[in-house]
């Protein structure tokens, strides 16, 4: 479920600003479906953990805040960002 360092280090290069980014909300958005892409293979395995489904409730709702900051924010930033991710269809 958590990612490696090499997960984590490829996400920040694809999905950073500037060199020294780890924090802004287009990289928190992307480490954040990285990990519930894996949470949700995870429950479709074991469907009966709940403890898991709730954790993925919750960094599901976290993305929707940072996708909504962002699109307040850099629309452009917003589009490119789901675009790069395919979260709208």
Sequence with gaps: M??????TSVILKEHRRHDSDTGSPEV???LLTE?????TEHLK?????????????RMVSQRR???DYLRREDIDSYRDL????????
């Design 28 to 30: 928190q958005a992307a």
């Design 2 to 7: 958590a990612l490696s360092a090499n997960e």
């Design 82 to 89: 789901i675009g790069k991710l395919g979260l709208r269809k």
């Design 35 to 39: 990990r519930i892409n894996g949470l």
């Design 45 to 57: 395995a074991n469907k009966k953990d709940y403890q898991c489904e709730r954790g993925l409730l």
């Design 65 to 67: 805040h940072l996708l």
